[in-house]
């Protein structure tokens, strides 16, 4: 068990994803007090996300940590089917993992989110790396949500730098719009770790390989999942490496790596079924005069991280294995 000095309650709602995988890893190396965790639908099934959680997280002696299903499909249409050119069948990258002997819990990630919300009123912290279907069905479900919640972390969204999904949007955004939409339409306060700042935190082939060869089975695993997805950006950067999009959201949530520019920015989400389906539009016409803080904004657009982000990220993502929190 990592032992840490933050005691923070945090919940995760993620679409474990590799990146997803070695954020969930990252955030147990740091001793975050994690107190459940949703799966939803992106990178591959909700239901198949979950299983995936808590295969690492019995990897890693930590299946008290309650994991519950979320939305299969977005708030509105059907759930695509994944990228599995980029995170495998299974979603990490088709490695097998050991059979998972504990079940999820019967609640709805929603259900489990709200739940610890009134547990922690104003103080649970919360890290989205998926798409926002399962926070936006706890908003639909407790519309008091927001003043439950202290943070709400998004991983998602590009709001100067090109998507990934098509030209303006991001897969996390893209997966669900609607719930996106009514995500920053919310009275919350948000930090928004977009593609602006997360495609310049990359993890090399020799940092995938100290986790290859680690004892611990966690972090071994994670290492054999990255293969997968370092093959896939290979086409991306020409050289075998992978965007840390999650590990930075978690590592900038959890407060061990500063965002050097996070200015307030209006944000909405174009939810038509437009050329500009799933985009996060940034009001950053404060850039030209020290983005002074938009009145009534509430959400703050990362566009810079520390440089050190990879070192935080390895540094406590290997600590799991000595067992203590970095
Ligand atoms: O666009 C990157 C995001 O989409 C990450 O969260 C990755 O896991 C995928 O879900
Ligand atoms: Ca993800």
């Known amino acids: 068990m990592s032992h840490s000095t933050d005691s923070r309650p945090f919940f995760l709602d993620c679409d474990t994803g ?3 995988a070695l954020a969930l890893v990252y955030l147990l190396g740091a001793g975050t007090n994690l107190v459940g965790i949703g799966s939803v639908s992106g ?3 909700a239901a198949q996300g979950a299983s995936n959680t808590q295969a690492l997280l019995a990897l890693a002696g930590r299946t008290d940590i309650p994991v519950a299903v979320g939305g299969h499909d977005p708030l509105e249409g059907s759930y695509h089917g994944g ?10 990258g088709d490695v097998q993992l050991p059979e998972i002997t504990g079940t999820p819990e019967a609640m709805s990630a929603a259900e489990l989110l709200v739940t ?3 547990k922690y ?4 912290r919360v890290i989205a790396i998926g798409p926002l279907t399962n926070i936006a069905a706890a908003l639909r479900l407790e519309p008091n949500l927001p003043a439950l919640i202290a943070e709400l972390t998004i991983m ?9 999904i098509t030209a303006v949007a991001e897969a996390n955004i893209h997966g669900d719009p609607l719930a996106a939409a009514e995500v ?24 995938r390989l100290r986790l290859l060869a680690s004892e611990h089975p966690a972090l071994s695993a994670v290492g054999d999942m990255l293969g997968y997805y370092f093959d896939f950006y290979i086409g991306v950067f020409g050289r075998p490496c992978s965007a840390m999009h999650d590990p930075l959201a978690a590592a900038i949530a959890i407060g061990r790596v500063e965002a050097l520019s996070a200015p307030y920015a209006r944000v909405i989400v174009d939810a038509t079924d437009g050329p500009g389906r799933g985009q996060t539009i940034c009001d950053m016409r404060g850039l030209y005069k020290g983005y002074p803080k938009p009145a009534g904004a509430t959400c703050r657009v990362v566009l810079i991280a520390q440089e050190c982000a990879m070192d935080e990220i390895m540094h406590s993502t290997l600590a799991l294995a000595t067992n203590i929190s970095a």
Do not use: Q
């Open 18 to 20: 590799i990146d997803d």
């Open 43 to 45: 990178n591959t099934s």
């Open 83 to 92: 990228t599995t050119h980029v995170h495998g069948h299974n979603g990490i």
């Open 116 to 118: 610890m919300a009134r």
């Open 121 to 124: 009123p104003g103080e649970l």
């Open 156 to 164: 998602g969204g590009a709001a100067i730098a090109p998507g990934n």
């Open 184 to 207: 920053f339409a919310a009275n919350w306060e948000i930090v928004l770790v977009p593609l602006d700042v997360t495609m310049h935190h990359v993890l090399e082939e020799d940092d």
